[in-house]
């Protein structure tokens, strides 16, 4: 099969979902993700003993190397820690509640989705794999006392979803505000880097397999009415936030 003779009923695939998606409550807000699989659509993870892995590896254990302090905490991700990032002469707190929905829905999606590929790929984690790698974890963990590492080592690898969301949020800002798309995306990368830093991922993870679900779903999200008519209120809002109207 070719790429295009693949890629045409993905695509539609794709339209399918986003159009079926708060049909149901359990099928994400946005885009479909009971039933949409991002591993159609993402990149194959680095085989387990090739080249591409161990180059991965290499690069985990040489950015944790560069540490500057003997742990790198990194919190879980939030569109508002992420906006404040930005260094904007604004306050993402102060936007509306509709505004800050679209992100938190979106947000959604792409953890679920992220999370549903990670399971069905369940690639080994860098800690996993070698016991080289140190793992920095985070800072809070859920109220359950689930979130450390013995949790995070059974869950997949690929994609990263703190990742993915980074870069989520980033393809709706910078379709908000494509004047700052170079520094909105500088920041994305910025925060993918933080789990490859502290050992709980590999740059496929966070670069490669993230940026290219966020991508896709924000692709499918784009052709839901309510996601468009959420983005448009959310933009006008802070293109006036940021005194850009």
């Known amino acids: 099969m070719t790429i295009r003779s ?9 339209v399918a979902l986003a159009g079926s998606a708060r049909a149901d409550g359990n099928r994400g807000n946005y885009v479909d993700t009971e039933h949409l699989d ?3 659509f993402i990149p194959p993870a680095p085989a387990q003993g090739s080249r591409a892995e161990a180059d991965d590896l290499a690069t985990v254990l040489r950015e944790q190397s560069g540490r500057k302090t003997p742990e790198m905490i990194y919190e879980r991700f939030s569109f508002l820690r992420y906006a404040k ?22 947000n959604d999606d792409v953890a679920s989705a992220a999370a549903k590929a990670k399971r069905k790929i369940n690639r080994p984690r860098p800690f996993v794999l070698s016991s080289d790698v140190e793992w920095a974890g985070r800072s809070k963990v859920g109220a359950t006392g689930k979130g450390g590492k013995q949790d995070e080592a059974i869950i997949g690898s690929y994609p990263s979803g703190h990742s993915a969301k980074a870069y989520a949020a980033a393809f709706v800002l ?8 170079q520094e909105i995306f ?3 990368d910025t925060v993918a880097w933080e789990p490859v830093i502290g050992g709980s991922h590999f740059p496929s993870d966070s670069t490669t397999g993230a940026r290219t679900a966020a991508s896709v779903l924000f692709y499918a999200a784009q052709l839901n009415p309510a996601f468009r008519a959420d983005f448009d209120r959310a933009r006008s809002e802070i293109r006036a936030a940021l005194q850009l109207e």
Do not use: H, Q, T, Y
């Open 186 to 188: 500088a920041r994305a």
């Open 174 to 181: 910078a379709a908000m505000i494509p004047e700052k798309a």
């Open 6 to 14: 693949f890629l045409i009923p993905a695509l539609m695939l794709l």
């Open 85 to 106: 990032g930005l260094g904007w002469r604004w306050n993402p707190e102060s936007l509306s509640a509709s505004s800050r929905a679209l992100f938190d829905r979106f």
């Open 38 to 40: 991002l591993v159609m």
